[in-house]
């Protein structure tokens, strides 16, 4: 087999899994994304990488070069030039250094992100595919047929797993030094200890899984999407088990994870969705729809500072776009009102009630929430006890309520005006008016 057909086998098992070929209910979102911009972006882009940092992505384009996107700006700040048929990018925000694979030369390229120049080209024993670094150690790991590679600096050193022919992607856990490969031969997910280069465990997963897989640092998970079987598994990274899965329709393809709302976001290219899936529960929010771009492609990523997404989209126009995706939270969180102690007051004079002034306290995390009461505070209260609701209602329509009492005791003794004195002759012996007669 030729170079040119090896090479060209394994791009196009890439792009097609990854949902480039179009091959239940829906739960309410807690959060809502939207797209709020598109960055225009030269021909053949396939995957991208977000610097949190410094505000910029990087894309790798299948034509030999990255482009460098400011998002602050929304606009390419620089290109740069690579090795032939690049396909993968990762990055070290500790060092803001970017490394990306080409398949056709099978070269890691490292790129300092500072002055967006490469710094050195790694020659690689295989074909690459997906690169991925883990921060802590600078070393960087690239999948590649049943090997993955570990780089540290210029050297190479392979990690070859027993069993697997097709690793696609790779992800790291820093924090405890794992790394997870995928093979879409085995249908496995392979953990290596980075300490001693090691297979430790091998999870199965549904099959299909040749996209990017994504980490949790924080919560200990490993998100890997399975194209063929359409579901996204969410693996403990503590136990090497599945602890969560969502299916999907469609062809899901690439995921990021966004931690600042606890989302999975899948891109799924066959109905030209953004998949947003609970990490909570793992159950599918609304998605968003990109049709009205055209389709959405297998690459993303996430500003964890800015908790912006950013997707690959290709127009109906052929155009290739960087789509930003912004969260906006909708609240369902009620406001807090706390009501006034309960009032005991008299009638005013000459009255049967009182005029009684009162205020509720409320508070929202929006910072605007609105208060009525029945009745209202001014209002005149009668005699007795009345019952008092104050309801506070913030902008997204959540209303909380509380109540006290009101009671108006009569202390005012009543007046007593007699009638006029009369005067009453004597019409009998005793002198008294026996009154009306018969």
Same mark, same amino acid.
């Given at each position: 087999?030729?170079?040119?057909?090896?090479?060209?086998?394994?791009?196009?098992?890439?792009?097609?899994?990854?949902?480039?070929?179009?091959?239940?209910?829906?739960?309410?979102?807690?959060?809502?994304?939207?797209?709020?911009?598109?960055?225009?972006?030269?021909?053949?882009?396939?995957?991208?990488?977000?610097?949190?940092?410094?505000?910029?992505?990087?894309?790798?384009?299948?034509?030999?070069?990255?482009?460098?996107?400011?998002?602050?700006?929304?606009?390419?700040?620089?290109?740069?030039?690579?090795?032939?048929?690049?396909?993968?990018?990762?990055?070290?925000?500790?060092?803001?250094?970017?490394?990306?694979?080409?398949?056709?030369?099978?070269?890691?390229?490292?790129?300092?992100?500072?002055?967006?120049?490469?710094?050195?080209?790694?020659?690689?024993?295989?074909?690459?595919?997906?690169?991925?670094?883990?921060?802590?150690?600078?070393?960087?790991?690239?999948?590649?047929?049943?090997?993955?590679?570990?780089?540290?600096?210029?050297?190479?050193?392979?990690?070859?797993?027993?069993?697997?022919?097709?690793?696609?992607?790779?992800?790291?856990?820093?924090?405890?030094?794992?790394?997870?490969?995928?093979?879409?031969?085995?249908?496995?997910?392979?953990?290596?200890?980075?300490?001693?280069?090691?297979?430790?465990?091998?999870?199965?997963?549904?099959?299909?899984?040749?996209?990017?897989?994504?980490?949790?640092?924080?919560?200990?998970?490993?998100?890997?999407?399975?194209?063929?079987?359409?579901?996204?598994?969410?693996?403990?990274?503590?136990?090497?088990?599945?602890?969560?899965?969502?299916?999907?329709?469609?062809?899901?393809?690439?995921?990021?994870?966004?931690?600042?709302?606890?989302?999975?976001?899948?891109?799924?290219?066959?109905?030209?969705?953004?998949?947003?899936?609970?990490?909570?529960?793992?159950?599918?929010?609304?998605?968003?729809?990109?049709?009205?771009?055209?389709?959405?492609?297998?690459?993303?990523?996430?500003?964890?500072?800015?908790?912006?997404?950013?997707?690959?989209?290709?127009?109906? =126009? @052929?155009?290739?776009?960087?789509?930003?995706?912004? +969260?906006?939270?909708? #609240? $369902?969180?009620? !406001?807090?009102? &706390?009501? /006034?102690?309960?009032?005991?007051?008299?009638?005013?004079?000459?009255?049967?009630?009182?005029?009684?002034?009162?205020?509720?306290?409320?508070?929202?995390?929006?910072?605007?929430?609105?208060?009525?009461?029945?009745?209202?505070?001014?209002?005149?209260?009668?005699?007795?006890?009345?019952?008092?609701?104050?309801?506070?209602?913030?902008? =997204? @329509?959540?209303?909380?309520?509380?109540?006290?009492? +009101?009671?108006?005791? #009569? $202390?005012?003794? !009543?007046?007593? &005006?007699? /009638?006029?004195?009369?005067?009453?002759?004597?019409?009998?012996?005793?002198?008294?008016?026996?009154?009306?007669?018969?």
């Amino acid at each position: 087999m030729s170079v040119r057909t090896t090479l060209r086998s394994a791009l196009v098992s890439v792009l097609a899994v990854a949902g480039l070929v179009a091959g239940g209910s829906v739960a309410i979102a807690a959060t809502t994304p939207t797209i709020t911009a598109q960055i225009a972006l030269p021909p053949y882009p396939q995957f991208l990488a977000v610097n949190s940092v410094t505000n910029r992505a990087y894309v790798a384009h299948l034509d030999d070069k990255i482009s460098v996107v400011d998002l602050g700006t929304r606009s390419i700040v620089a290109t740069i030039p690579t090795s032939a048929g690049l396909i993968g990018i990762t990055l070290n925000q500790n060092t803001n250094q970017v490394y990306a694979t080409s398949l056709r030369s099978s070269m890691l390229t490292i790129i300092d992100g500072a002055t967006n120049s490469v710094q050195a080209v790694v020659p690689l024993p295989t074909t690459p595919l997906l690169p991925a670094v883990n921060p802590a150690t600078g070393r960087v790991y690239v999948a590649g047929g049943g090997e993955v590679d570990a780089v540290s600096g210029t050297t190479v050193q392979r990690i070859f797993v027993a069993g697997a022919a097709s690793i696609t992607g790779v992800a790291v856990d820093p924090n405890n030094n794992r790394i997870f490969a995928s093979d879409q031969t085995t249908n496995r997910v392979y953990v290596i200890d980075g300490n001693t280069n090691a297979v430790v465990a091998a999870i199965p997963v549904p099959a299909g899984t040749y996209t990017p897989l994504d980490v949790d640092v924080a919560g200990n998970r490993v998100f890997v999407v399975s194209s063929t079987d359409r579901m996204l598994s969410v693996i403990d990274a503590t136990t090497n088990t599945i602890v969560g899965q969502t299916s999907f329709i469609g062809s899901p393809s690439g995921v990021a994870y966004e931690p600042g709302s606890d989302t999975i976001y899948v891109t799924n290219p066959g109905i030209a969705w953004l998949e947003n899936v609970s990490g909570a529960t793992y159950t599918r929010r609304t998605p968003l729809s990109f049709i009205s771009i055209g389709n959405i492609s297998h690459g993303i990523a996430v500003n964890t500072h800015t908790h912006v997404i950013y997707a690959i989209a290709p127009s109906f =126009s @052929g155009q290739m776009y960087l789509v930003e995706v912004s +969260v906006v939270a909708v #609240d $369902t969180t009620a !406001p807090q009102i &706390t009501a /006034p102690a309960n009032i005991a007051t008299t009638t005013a004079p000459a009255t049967c009630g009182r005029a009684v002034t009162f205020a509720f306290t409320a508070s929202d995390d929006s910072g605007s929430v609105t208060v009525a009461s029945a009745p209202q505070s001014g209002a005149t209260f009668p005699k007795g006890t009345t019952s008092v609701t104050g309801t506070a209602t913030d902008p =997204s @329509g959540n209303s909380a309520t509380a109540s006290f009492t +009101v009671t108006v005791a #009569d $202390t005012e003794p !009543p007046t007593l &005006t007699p /009638p006029a004195d009369l005067v009453v002759l004597a019409t009998s012996a005793t002198g008294a008016d026996p009154g009306p007669l018969g």
